[in-house]
């Protein structure tokens, strides 16, 4: 994956597998773009190369890319 490009902060979800003994990261915005990792840090680094895939493959493919959603804290 290359660092060269920069990627929008897209919000990422995080579960326990216990079946697959995983963590497994998803992201809302971009269906289909998921990933996993047997460690909490794997699995959001996989989330990221993840993300970074999606993008580049929408933007090869000239698929429009959602917006990452904001979300506000109270």
Not at 2 to 28: A, C, D, H, K
Request: proline share 8%; aromatic share 10%.
């Amino acid at each position: 994956m290359s660092n060269q490009n920069t990627y929008p902060p897209y919000s990422i979800v995080l579960e326990w597998e216990p079946e697959g003994g995983v963590f497994v990261v998803r992201v809302p915005e971009l269906l289909g773009c998921h990933a996993h990792g047997r460690t909490y840090v794997e699995a959001v680094d996989q989330g990221q190369d993840a993300i970074a895939s999606w993008i580049d493959a929408a933007r090869a493919w000239g698929t429009a890319i959602p917006a990452p959603r904001d979300y506000a804290l109270n």
